[in-house]
Nanobody
Framework: QVQLVESGGGLVQAGGSQRLSCTASGRTFSDYTMGWFRQAPGKEREFVAGINWNDGSTRHVDSVKGRFTISRDKAKNTVYLQMNSLKPWDTGLYYC?????????????????WGQGTQVTVSS
């Protein structure tokens, strides 16, 4: 099994920055994608960003392009989400996820493993 542990969430003012981390352990697959999802209260879980673990290629949802950046540290088995220029509508529970495919998928059903989530709250 794969275990994913997120950290870095908290309360931040609009316009501020925050970095989320997700460390993976117990991996048994070689080709996979890591992604970040978020879920606001009363809303559906949505894709935020994804990264191909092997070549580092990325994809970001339009609403965060230019503000959020996903990256990885292969030596640390860690994926990051650097969030800048945060807005109140970025508030939500952020989840780290892993997919046993090299293609970055958008639907949450594409992913096989999930972290426990970390809360990000952006105040105005």
């Amino acid at each position: 099994q794969v275990q994913l542990v997120e950290s870095g969430g908290g309360l931040v003012q609009a316009g501020g920055s925050q970095r989320l981390s997700c460390t993976a352990s117990g991996r048994t697959f070689s080709d996979y994608t890591m992604g970040w999802f978020r879920q606001a209260p009363g809303k559906e879980r949505e894709f935020v960003a994804g990264i191909n673990w092997n070549d580092g290629s990325t994809r970001h949802v339009d609403s965060v392009k230019g503000r959020f950046t996903i990256s990885r540290d292969k030596a640390k088995n860690t994926v990051y989400l650097q969030m800048n220029s945060l807005k109140p509508w970025d508030t939500g529970l952020y989840y780290c996820a892993a997919r046993e495919r090299l293609i970055i998928g958008i639907p949450s059903s594409n992913y096989d493993y999930w972290g426990q989530g970390t809360q990000v709250t952006v105040s105005s």
